[in-house]
Each structure stands twice: as C-alpha cells, then as structure tokens.
C-alpha cells in the first residue's frame, strides 16, 4: 500500500489521499481512514454511515474490476459536509447509481444492495470518468451538533 497524503486547507477543511490494496483488505483499511479523517478533525458528518458507504464503493471496486489497477481513497472533509470518492481502472458507469431509490432489493440475491444503499444514505451520489478510468462518490451533509447531542 502506498503512502497516506493529507492536505489540510484550514480547521474546517482537510483532504486524504491514499492507493489501496486491490483485494478484500481495502475495505477495513478505507473504514479506518474514513472514521479517523472524521475523528481528527472533529468532523460533524455521521461517521457511521460514511463508513459503511466507504466500504460499499471499496468493495465494488475491487469486486468489479478484477485486480486491474489501483484502487484509491479520497476523503475530503468540508464544512458542509464530507465527499468520499474511489478511483478505479474500470471506465464503466457503476450500476445503477443515478436512479431514484423507488425499487426494492431481491431478498434471495446476496448482492446488488451496496449501490442502493449508497444511494438512501447519501445526500448525493454520482461517478466521473477520470484519466485512469472512473470515480464514483457519495456526499454526506454536516450534522448540527444540537442533533448529534441528542443522538
């Protein structure tokens, strides 16, 4: 695994940039970076739910492009809230990541539930291609600290 970059623009804003393994443990590696990038900074969007979005979009990317490429985690933390993006070698669209959550799951199928949920839990989700293939991110908004007090 490469090195880990942050750049810090002020107390409220911070990126992380970071190549992952292309194999299953890039997943709890990204969750870790996710919850401490949050923690360190003293962030206010829900970390919980970045997490498991985090490693909804890690485990696509490893799934769906077959060890080609790196793989890498961005984190950029805002006042407004938190953007999470993966880059992957894979050009392909992922999914369905645009369409409207109206559909429900197969409950026999034991996949296909990461994009749907990416799409619930997320303020905004989309993906862009990118030189090297494609990134595909979510965007959570800032709690208030009054509601996360009571939570």
């Known amino acids: 695994m490469n090195g880990l970059t942050l750049h810090q623009r002020s107390a409220e ?3 992380w940039r970071i190549a992952l393994p292309h194999d299953a443990a890039a997943v709890p590696v990204a969750r870790a970076l996710v919850r401490t990038a949050l923690a360190e900074v003293e962030h206010t969007a829900d970390c919980d739910t970045a997490e498991l979005l985090t490693a909804e979009l890690v485990a ?3 799934e769906h492009t077959g060890g080609r490429g790196p793989i ?3 984190v950029e933390l805002l006042p407004t809230g938190c953007q999470v993006e ?4 894979d050009p392909a669209p992922p999914g369905h990541l645009a369409r409207p959550v109206i559909e429900q799951p197969d409950p026999w199928q034991e996949g296909g539930r990461g994009l749907l949920l990416i799409r619930a839990l997320s303020s905004s989700c989309g993906h862009r291609p990118t030189p090297s293939g494609k990134a595909v991110w979510f965007r959570l908004p ?6 996360r007090r009571s939570a």
Not at 86 to 89: A, E, L, N, S
């Open 86 to 89: 993966v880059h992957d070698p």
């Open 60 to 62: 696509n990317a490893v």
């Open 142 to 147: 800032a709690v208030p600290a009054q509601r």
């Open 72 to 74: 890498e985690l961005v």
């Open 13 to 15: 804003s911070a990126s």
